[in-house]
């Protein structure tokens, strides 16, 4: 291709986020234009689906790759290779070096049954057999004073042993490292020597604080999945300096922030929820207009739905989760995930019941009406038995559906063995589905003491528009958002995220006898690390934020809370201040505090937040028009109402043709290239001036939540 004259001095910034089966890009070029993209991902070598992404655009564009490459200012990349790497248990062959005495706390874990009625309830199974978890004499009180001196030499040998057994990673996690990491720095010495091709995670260096069952599940978590990121991010910008991309690229970290990928590779474990942690950002983008601060935001991939809650204009961070069962202690945005996307898979259970998920087609085969070889029914195939999909317009027209390849398989798998008709089936399958994503939501609301009706939902995901409603009508929601950008949501806000890196330090006793000068020297120097590693970024003074929280709890609670806080009350050992910010937010969370009864307060943690302000995007405007829809009809198409349970005739829009101040009644369906929006019975569509298509509920006409 050659360039087009008109874009020659054209440059762009782009967002791609690799999912299980799209790989989505969204573009925005220095002329304030905005494009949308998705390629089927490459699970083989998602890098090749990347640079397909780019071909896509370059395509559009009328450009060579390599010329698009060149004028590629910034890209944000969140990437599932780690992830996947801990589902399918395809991460590296780690070695563990602990503390003599405890190495099967990784396999002990907290001792706690997870399903404490269940006596078949099996452990999960560690990352490291029990023959690579290596015991080195030496010991460490709590307080960092050393009982027993390191045994450099057995160290040495077990090393030694690791290497003998082909560990390409290693952990390195002693019992109260934290208080003194004298040993861990002596240990990750010998190992640097001994394997100095292996990935080395040391827990202080990751995660210095109490709780031994954290760090060393952290830590090995962090080495499982260390040679999978780092060959991922090292082939990755290959292929790009291949192409002529000298630009900037950043990756997406499980807390919301974007940091370099060398950055990144020591600290692999942050990428757990690289993609999804996308989705916040881009979602308040599009309330923002509206003056809400706080939203649900749901993103339906093709093979999980994950859910947050973004409250006052902050999105809820947790110091702890697991994924797959395994323990991790990083900070990370609040997502719930569940196996609910555009690939699951329909079947039956042994006592009759249909069920979706969470097993996935992925992007090969994906779904039978993809014609890739896939014979499984899911819930992409119900969508086009339902009348949801128009076979000849799927991306746009990009991709052609096999309407008789998606009856056939649900008639194989559904219907014959239920004795349902295909079309019974296939609604059947959408309902469930519905249902599953409903209670992904309640998850992060009613299970935390939130009304989900108090919150409006932007729903993102190239599915997620066709179940916006039956989702909203089950939990009582007045209000959906479908942004202009909904199917790639989570690429847009890669855009619209700040560089961010989290540290976090043990400081364990009560605040009140804790001397101010050793909390503020604590503050000071996670500050400083945190500022060091945005100069190292590039980021100046200015554009440089630092936060600070604190793990506060009442003397004798089992947990903590974490409580954001001023720096100037640490400065000046207001410890009141502290308190009182303790109490309120305790107050919020449980309902209840001891404020007025003398509860003295007890001190884990000091965490401190360190952003670097980036250049934001601004969003496009849509043309204002008159409410009626008409210059947008397309045509009528059969599908499912399922609130009225039958098939109707419904009017079909053209998304892209609706002028802001649009209203369609519902039910009926508008069409995008991306994304298909179902409109039901009981709601009206209105799309707002920046392009998103606002669902309200028909009774709370009127008010925007």
């Known amino acids: ?104 706390a990784l396999e002990m874990r907290r001792g706690i049954r997870e399903r404490q009625y269940d006596n078949r309830y099996l452990n999960v199974e560690p990352l490291v057999e029990r023959a690579l ?57 010998i190992v640097r020597q001994e394997l100095p091709e292996a990935y080395l995670s040391v827990s202080t260096e990751l995660l210095p604080t109490i709780r031994f069952f954290d760090r060393i599940s952290t830590t090995v978590l962090n080495a499982y999945v260390g040679p999978v990121l780092r060959d991922y991010l090292r082939a990755l910008t290959g292929k790009l300096a291949g192409i002529g991309f000298a630009g900037v690229l950043l990756i997406m970290q499980s807390s919301g922030g974007v940091a370099l990928p060398q950055v990144t590779e020591a600290r692999a474990a942050m990428t757990l929820l690289s993609g999804p942690a996308g989705g916040p950002p881009a979602a308040l983008a599009y309330t923002a207009p509206h003056g809400l601060s706080s939203c649900l935001v749901a993103d339906m991939g093709g093979t999980s739905f994950d859910v947050s809650l973004v409250q006052d204009g902050h999105v809820a961070l947790r110091g702890e989760g697991e994924i ?42 994906g779904p039978a009406c993809y014609g890739r070889g896939g014979e499984l029914p899911t819930s992409t195939d119900a969508q086009l038995v339902l009348g949801y999909l128009d076979p000849e317009y799927f991306a746009g027209g990009a991709m052609k559906l096999q309407r008789d390849k998606a009856r056939r398989a649900i008639e ?165 201040a502290l308190a009182r910010a303790f109490h309120a937010e305790h107050n919020r969370l449980y309902g209840y505090d001891l404020a007025g009864e003398g509860t003295p307060l007890e001190l884990i943690n000091v965490r401190v937040r360190a952003l670097g302000r980036t250049e934001k995007p601004e969003l496009p405007r849509r043309e204002a028009g008159g409410p009626d829809p008409s210059r947008a009809l397309k045509g009528r198409r059969r599908a499912f109402v399922f609130d009225a349970d039958r098939f109707e005739e419904l009017p079909v829009y053209d998304g892209h043709l609706l002028l802001a101040g649009a209203r369609v009644a519902g039910p009926a369906l508008i069409e995008r290239t991306d994304t298909t929006i179902f409109v039901s019975a009981r709601y009206a569509a209105e799309l707002d001036e920046r392009g998103s298509c606002l669902l309200r509920l028909r009774a709370a006409q009127g008010r925007v939540a």
């Not at 996307?341 to 996935?360: A, F, N, T």
């Open 324 to 365: 797959d069962r395994l323990r991790i202690a990083l900070p990370m945005l609040d997502i719930a995930t569940i196996g609910a996307g555009g690939g699951s898979i329909g079947w039956v259970d042994g006592g009759g019941l249909l069920r979706m998920g969470p097993q996935s087609a992925g992007a090969l085969p």
């Open 133 to 189: 978890r290596r015991p080195v004499p030496g010991r460490l009180d709590a307080q960092g004073q050393e009982l027993e001196p390191l045994d450099l030499a057995a160290l040495r040998a077990e090393a030694r042993r690791l290497k003998g057994e082909g560990a390409t990673a290693v952990a390195v996690c002693f019992m109260n490292a934290f208080a003194n990491d004298t040993h861990e720095r002596a240990a990750a010495e």
């Open 412 to 576: 194989t798998h559904i219907a014959r063995p239920m004795g349902l008709d295909v079309e019974t089936a296939a609604a059947g399958m959408y309902r469930v589905i519905s249902t599953n994503m409903a209670h992904g939501i309640r998850q992060i609301t009613v299970r935390r003491g939130l009304d989900p009706r108090e919150f409006p939902l932007v729903i993102g995901g190239g599915a997620g528009p066709l179940h916006a409603c039956p989702i909203a009508l089950e939990l009582e929601i007045p209000t959906v958002v479908v942004p202009p950008t909904a199917s790639i949501l989570c690429a847009t806000g890669m855009l619209l995220s700040d560089l961010g890196h989290d540290f976090v330090r043990s400081c364990v006793g009560p605040l009140a006898a804790l001397p101010p000068a050793r909390l503020e020297g604590v503050v000071q120097e996670l500050v400083a690390e945190g500022r060091a590693e945005l100069a190292k970024e590039g980021v100046s003074d200015e554009r440089a934020e630092v936060q600070v929280a604190l793990d506060l709890r009442y003397l004798r609670q089992y947990h903590e809370v974490t409580v954001p806080v001023a720096r100037e009350a640490i400065a000046r050992g207001d410890y009141a």
């Open 1 to 104: 291709m050659t360039d087009r004259t008109p874009q020659a001095e054209t440059t762009f910034k782009i967002g791609i986020d690799v999912g299980g089966t799209f790989t989505d890009l969204f573009c925005w070029s220095g002329t304030g234009e905005v494009e949308t993209f998705k390629v089927l991902s490459t699970p083989q070598d998602p890098s090749v689906g990347l640079v397909d992404g780019l071909r896509a655009v370059a395509a559009a564009h009328g450009l060579s790759v390599e010329a698009l490459a060149r004028r590629v200012k910034t890209i944000v990349h969140g990437t599932t290779v780690t992830t996947n790497a801990v589902l399918t248990r395809r991460g590296a062959k780690t070695g563990l070096l602990t503390t003599a005495g405890v190495r099967d």
